[in-house]
């Protein structure tokens, strides 16, 4: 179906007008194929994919409907607003993908067939070539790169399983492409790397360039990160990105920084300690338990005599621990400020307590009104602090980040004379009553 690799953006937006935007920056930098994304149609229905084959009459429209049944319809629908290619889901019923293929026949149209959640795909590839298929996708869906999921080692099994043109998505960029290209993918299909990006067309000639020479341009946008690379992720992003990744969860209410600044960031898996008011025994032992790089977490509510102090922030600055975070009152507070070290509390006491030795270090407790274990990871700058669960966390940095970019190309929006309410069409979507 294609002579050469092509590059196929995923318009997965919600919005009209800003697909279509994104979309014109995009084939300035080369695009030849334009996916109206599932939330889109979803959002916008069968008039997006009118307005895009109508302002892009010389690109390939791809409709990725994600039909599961009545394949016939859904296929002639978009054909006849003007799609060229529609996808359908491996996981349909064989019915489904053959009624598809019928009317993909009947309206000038094709088929590809999307192997997202496809137990063995080289067998149903086959089928569906069989069945009249014209075009197989191996899709690692967003959710499933959020926690490490990856396509190109899927193309490479593809590839000796049909002769079929493949296509790939799924966290692609202008460093990844390539390799997808050498696996044997001929569509490739990119979304957050140009659509998150502040200049479009600069991103999608990257992408292009690489595929083109199957030599990587560096990227900056959509890095997946592992569990290696967690800090350069949290990093990256601020505590309200990592609440909005979270659904709003995590967030720690009444816990404020001591110190502010662009440089005081905290992050670290966290050593717990539960304490009574004033007995500050457990608090500073948990810097002897502590690893670089940790966070000590203290709940000692109600917290009207400090648990914390400059003697221990200098311990814990000397043995690399990242923070402090106290459900409770510290003090010290000048001097700590001088040392820069990032401190959290949600109280400020002169008075501090005695060592008597109660409570424990390492089990489950409660700061900010959120629960902490420990080897939970928290993040804390100059809004606040979020608690992120351990099992979560390569999965929350990987979201959080994604925002981050998404919200730097509605800033980018703002910045060319919009303004938020109209690039997010706020009316369009304010709950009906």
């Known amino acids: 179906m294609t002579d050469k690799p092509v590059v196929q953006v995923a318009l997965d937006l919600i919005q009209g007008d800003r697909a279509i935007q994104i979309a014109r920056e995009a084939v300035q930098g080369g695009a030849e ?49 003007g799609a060229d290619v529609i996808a359908v889901m491996g996981v349909s019923e064989d019915p ?66 049909t002769s ?54 560096k990227s900056e946008l959509f890095k ?20 909005d990744a979270m659904h709003k969860e995590g967030a720690m209410l009444g816990i404020l920084p001591i110190l502010a600044g662009p440089n005081r960031k905290m992050m670290g898996a966290a050593v ?56 409770g009152a510290i003090r010290d507070v000048d001097a700590i400020l001088e040392m820069d070290f990032p401190a959290f509390a949600s109280h400020r006491r002169s008075a501090a307590g005695e060592p008597k030795g109660h409570g424990e270090i390492g089990g489950e407790i409660k700061c900010g009104d959120q629960k902490v274990r420990n080897g939970d990871w928290l993040v804390g700058d100059e809004t606040g602090v979020v608690v992120i669960p351990k099992e979560h966390v390569t999965e929350i940095a990987n979201r959080a980040l994604d925002i981050f970019e998404r919200e730097n190309r509605i800033r980018e929006e703002i910045q060319r004379g919009s303004t938020l309410s109209k690039v997010l069409e706020v009316k369009k979507w304010e709950k009906k009553r």
């Not at 002639?76 to 607003?81: C, G, V, Y």
């Not at 790169?145 to 193309?155: D, F, H, I, K």
């Open 33 to 81: 194929w334009l996916e109206a994304g599932t939330p889109l149609i979803k959002s916008e229905g069968m008039d997006i994919i009118r307005r895009l084959k109508k302002e892009f009459p010389g690109q390939t429209i791809v409709a990725d409907m994600k039909t599961m049944d009545i394949g016939g319809l859904e296929v002639e629908m978009a054909s006849k607003s």
């Open 272 to 327: 717990t300690v539960r304490t009574l008011d004033g007995d500050w025994a457990k608090p500073v032992e948990a810097i002897d338990v502590a690893k670089p790089g940790d966070v000590i977490v203290i709940d000692s509510r109600p917290g009207e005599i400090a648990v914390w102090g400059e003697l221990a922030s200098e311990s814990c600055k000397q043995q690399g621990i990242s923070g402090v975070v106290i459900d």
């Open 224 to 243: 997946k990160y592992g569990e290696e690379d967690i800090r350069l992720a949290f990093g990256k992003v601020s505590t309200p990105n990592i609440a």
């Open 96 to 161: 489904t993908i053959t009624e598809a293929v019928k009317s993909a026949r009947q309206y000038g149209s094709k088929v590809m067939v999307d192997m997202m959640s496809v137990a063995d795909v080289p067998r149903r590839a086959r089928e569906t070539e069989q069945m009249g298929a014209d075009i197989i996708c191996i899709h690692v869906s967003i959710d499933e790169q959020m926690v490490g999921g990856n396509p190109l080692e899927r193309v490479k099994e593809l590839a000796n399983a």
């Open 164 to 217: 079929l043109p493949i296509a790939v998505a799924g966290g692609l960029n202008s460093e990844t492409a390539p390799l997808a290209v050498q696996n044997g993918a001929s569509i490739i299909i990119v979304g957050g790397a140009i659509i998150k990006a502040q200049d479009v067309t600069a991103a999608t000639k990257a992408i292009v360039q690489s595929v083109e020479t199957l030599e990587p341009v």
